[in-house]
């Protein structure tokens, strides 16, 4: 995986932006792995909970982070471990 790459699941319409990656490419979405011009897999319903477009999901390191441009039915795991949306920073005040 390289920073810019966009990737699509298997499963459902669930597409994302690398954002940040490492040497791996165990990027999974409904427990199916994740590739530019996939083939229709069969979903595992343990990892389908859903993302949301414009969100930022990272694994618990911070070696991996990606930006969801279509929300789909199936959650987006690496390395076996599913990722969190990425906290939001808040915007300084103009007063």
Do not use: W
């Amino acid at each position: 995986m390289k920073p810019g790459t966009r990737l699509k699941s298997a499963v459902c319409d669930a597409e994302v932006m690398v954002i940040k990656a490492t040497a791996g490419d165990d990027l999974t979405c409904g427990g199916v792995a994740m590739s530019e011009s996939p083939e229709k897999g069969e979903a595992n319903p343990e990892h389908m909970h859903g993302c949301v477009i414009g969100k930022r999901y990272v694994d618990e390191a911070g070696t991996v982070e990606v930006l969801c441009v279509k929300s789909g039915e199936g959650s987006i795991y690496y390395n076996g471990n599913e990722l969190m949306t990425k906290d939001t920073k808040k915007l300084p005040s103009s007063d």
